[in-house]
């Protein structure tokens, strides 16, 4: 069911509840280790003390379903239209976060005293007019001919033939072992470059390193010296108008990125239809019938040089805009005079993916689960934190990023240009969709990977350091007892969900993570991840256990040790 509110009217309903809500009896008696509960062990790290209590405890018995509810009832209706990158949605967001953060009184840690740290993103635009190309003196059409990506220029080069582009270590692949593609324009047998070539799989690049085990065929053209690409369009996608239209539109829309984390400047590229490769391979070596021909899986054409003599010219016309975006980022300062300059981060992305084709009427995809409830919980845990008798010794880093739902953007830019010293951040708690769980009657295919009422996949928390993977066990052991599922806790995850959320920007920094999820379900980018599919009593119990997690390590005379190196994998980005 579609479901609309009224994000004013709402907004001025949550700013008018005290900030006790969910503090009273009925709230803790829902949770062991309160006064009226069975206690803790002795032997967990986490001790039994009424000082510990009143800090710990009964802050953490302030998250309630209800308040959840409010929050995400907001943040993840219609009116925010799904909170893409960048929207209207994402800033009215970024706002309610930033109030309720500044009417509990948390301090800001953004840029120049304030709760948001700007990004610049750029857009670039391809222009029809004026992007042309020129072959043996022939001119072709832009939109019929071929269409074009990339960044703006004019190039006349020779060509070199890159088949697939790749090069990918373990399976001997090298698109450039007998050509030199440096100062030559390299065509590339596939319409885009995320295409593996035959017998290669995700999980062969997924297991190794960007740049060292794998490089697309984009990245590595540059890394050769190539000066342009050209990519052969499939005869499949030439014979649908609708998709060669929609290719058009979204070249000339443009597509964002952030500028300031763009190392190397992209290549001028179009995509070759039929017609342009043609005149691109006449009298050469193979032919474009060839080419295109080759059945999909099955071995291509070898990489060769075409004819030095046959240049091409290429033209790429572009304008660009500048929109400015943000994360946010506060922090509650610690207690204690020497431990207060480290920081225990916790984090959630609070983008989503917008709107777009409608299913049963309904074009927002709401994001209630992704990652809606990591976005409300952080919110509410900041609350709990001003409510306790004084903060942790540690200080308490909360980052919303933007971004993750294009490639991870906000994380990579708050670990490269940290607000605070990265190097005194001791642990990071990423929370991704931990809204969910799997009904005993619920038989489709696409949630079977969900987590069960009491469970909780938690990864990475073994992968870097013992001593946090211990502390989070004895936490959970000792308070909530929720089911800890370590199944996507593998380097060698098919999924690969330990390089696919912000907690892996973090980690390649060398801070230790754990990362919360309940799995993937058939609403993941849907417009049926909504509020009403939500297991409130279960997301407020993993709330609360991340927040007491939290206050362990904070509390913890020693920092988190890495004892274990990174694993070696990445997940592509878009």
Do not use: C
């Not at 700013?15 to 062990?41: C, H, M, N, T, Y």
């Not at 074009?148 to 698109?175: E, I, L, R």
């Not at 409830?373 to 306790?388: F, I, Q, W």
């Amino acid at each position: 069911m579609k479901h609309r509110a009224v994000p004013i009217v709402l907004l001025s309903l949550l700013l008018a509840l005290p900030l006790s809500i969910g503090a009273g009896a009925s709230s803790r008696s829902a949770w062991p280790g309160a006064v009226e509960g069975p206690g803790l062990s002795s032997k967990a790290t986490f001790p039994v003390s009424a000082v510990r209590e009143a800090l710990v405890l009964n802050s953490a018995g302030t998250i309630t379903a209800a308040e959840l509810r409010d929050y995400l009832s907001f943040v993840a209706s219609d009116d925010m239209e799904g909170r893409a990158d960048p929207s209207r949605g994402l800033d009215i967001t970024a706002e309610f976060i930033a109030t309720m953060l500044s009417r509990a009184g948390v301090k800001p840690a953004g840029d120049d005293g304030a709760y948001f740290q700007r990004i610049a993103l750029k857009k670039e635009k391809v222009v029809a007019d004026g992007t042309q190309v020129e072959v043996a003196g022939s001119k072709f059409s832009y939109g019929k001919d071929f269409l074009a990506q990339g960044s703006g220029g004019s190039v006349t080069a020779p060509m070199v033939f890159a088949g697939d582009g790749w090069f990918v270590k373990s399976k001997n692949v090298d698109a450039y072992r007998e050509i030199d593609p440096e100062g030559k324009i390299v065509v590339i047998a596939s319409s885009t470059t995320t295409n593996l070539p035959p017998g290669v799989t995700f999980a062969d690049i997924m297991g190794g390193k960007q740049g060292e085990d794998w490089i697309d065929p984009a990245t590595y053209a540059r890394q050769k010296g190539a000066v342009g690409i050209i990519m052969l369009n499939s005869l499949v996608t030439q014979a649908n108008p609708d998709m060669m239209e929609r290719t058009r539109k979204a070249a000339e829309e443009g597509r964002f990125y952030v500028e300031k984390l763009r190392t190397t400047a992209t290549l001028p590229t179009i995509v070759a239809n039929y017609p342009l490769a043609q005149a691109i391979f006449n009298a050469q070596r193979e032919t474009a019938r060839t080419i295109l021909m080759i059945p999909e899986g099955s071995p291509g054409v070898k990489p060769f040089q075409l004819s030095p003599e046959r240049k091409i010219t290429i033209t790429v016309k572009t304008t660009s805009d500048t929109v400015i975006t943000q994360n946010v980022v506060a922090v509650v300062e610690g207690s204690d005079p020497t431990l207060r300059t480290e920081y225990v981060a916790l984090g959630a992305h609070y983008d989503h993916v917008g709107t777009g084709r409608a299913i049963k009427g309904d074009e927002v995809y709401n994001g209630a689960d992704d990652d809606g409830s990591g976005t409300v919980a952080l919110v509410a845990m900041a609350e709990a934190l001003m409510k306790a008798p004084r903060h942790p010794r540690r200080s308490v880093l909360f980052v919303w990023h933007m971004g993750e739902e294009m490639g991870l953007w906000g994380s990579q830019y708050f670990t490269t240009f940290p607000t605070v010293p990265l190097d005194k951040v001791v642990a990071q708690l990423n929370i991704d969709m931990i809204g969910r769980s799997r009904p005993a009657a619920d038989n489709d295919p696409r949630d079977k990977d969900l987590s069960g009422p009491n469970e909780l996949y938690v990864i990475g928390s073994k992968m870097m350091s013992t001593g946090l993977g211990e502390l989070s066990e004895a936490v959970n052991a000792n308070y909530l007892k929720l089911s800890f599922n370590y199944k996507y806790d593998d380097p060698k995850d098919p999924q690969q969900f330990f390089y696919r959320s912000d907690h892996i920007n973090y980690a390649r920094k060398g801070v230790p993570i754990i990362f919360y999820f309940t799995g993937v379900h058939a609403d993941y980018h849907q417009p049926g991840d909504e509020v009403s599919k939500i297991d409130f009593p279960k997301f407020e119990k993993i709330a609360r256990t991340i927040y007491v997690t939290m206050w362990e390590i904070a509390e913890s005379k020693t920092r988190p040790k890495v004892d274990k190196p990174l694993p070696k994998g990445t997940m592509p980005t878009p």
